[in-house]
T-cell receptor, first 112, second 113 residues
């Protein structure tokens, strides 16, 4: 089945540690996105990539980093510089300009 | 810059009653508009989308939405709500010159038996 796979589903991190969230898609989509979701705030764009080896900052990129070495993969690293990393993170992809985004099932990150 | 407002944070309806969720957008040209649904702890599923043409759009699960340019609105409707419709609903707008979506804050729907 085609789709987007995020792993792990739940992740716990100690303060001061970096952690990487995985996002893989087998939809042959060019564009991929990372969103952060907090209660009552909808989804906010962290980073997006329209093509391999290229990515752009979204609205809340500070404290996060990404890479896009393969079309299928767009991992997100939450660094220790992110002041409030506890949130639900959603990865999405789309085929090209002007089409809807398909979402993964999300990763819930908790800082302990 | 584009923006989306969903004025109702929570809505409770009785099973079998009709439903309307409001969405207002701000965008300089004709936007692409979407409604997504999210069950707790899950990703988002596309309900319907508007790109052009007929302003009344049919989606999955019996939902429909109407694009009203004069009111900058894209309200979601369903004639008869089922208990399984309880979820959070997000309206989103996408620019035609790119497909980064801007989401509203969401409306949480609860369904009374």
């Amino acid at each position: 089945d085609g789709g987007i796979t995020q792993s792990p589903k739940y992740l716990f991190r100690k303060e001061g540690q970096n952690v990487t969230l995985s996002c893989e898609q087998n939809l042959n989509h060019d564009a991929m996105y990372w969103y952060r979701q907090d209660p009552g705030q909808g989804l906010r764009l962290i980073y997006y990539s329209q093509i391999v080896n290229d990515f752009q900052k979204g609205d809340i990129a500070e404290g996060y980093s990404v890479s896009r070495e393969k079309k299928e993969s767009f991992p997100l690293t939450v660094t220790s510089a992110q002041k409030n990393p506890t949130a639900f993170y959603l990865c999405a992809s789309s085929t090209d300009w002007n089409t809807e985004a398909f979402f993964g099932q999300g990763t819930r990150l908790t800082v302990v | 810059a584009q923006s989306v407002t969903q004025p109702d944070i929570h809505i409770t309806v009785s099973e079998g009653a009709s439903l309307e969720l409001r969405c207002n957008y701000s965008y300089g040209a004709t936007p692409y508009l979407f409604w997504y649904v999210q069950s707790p702890g899950q990703g988002l599923q596309l309900l319907l989308k508007y790109f052009s043409g007929d302003t009344l759009v049919q989606g999955i699960k019996g939902f429909e939405a109407e694009f009203k340019r004069s009111q900058s609105s894209f309200n979601l409707r369903k004639p008869s709500v089922h208990w399984s419709d309880a979820a959070e609903y997000f309206c989103a707008v996408g620019a035609r010159a790119g497909n980064m979506l801007t989401f509203g804050g969401g409306t949480r729907l609860m369904v009374k038996p």
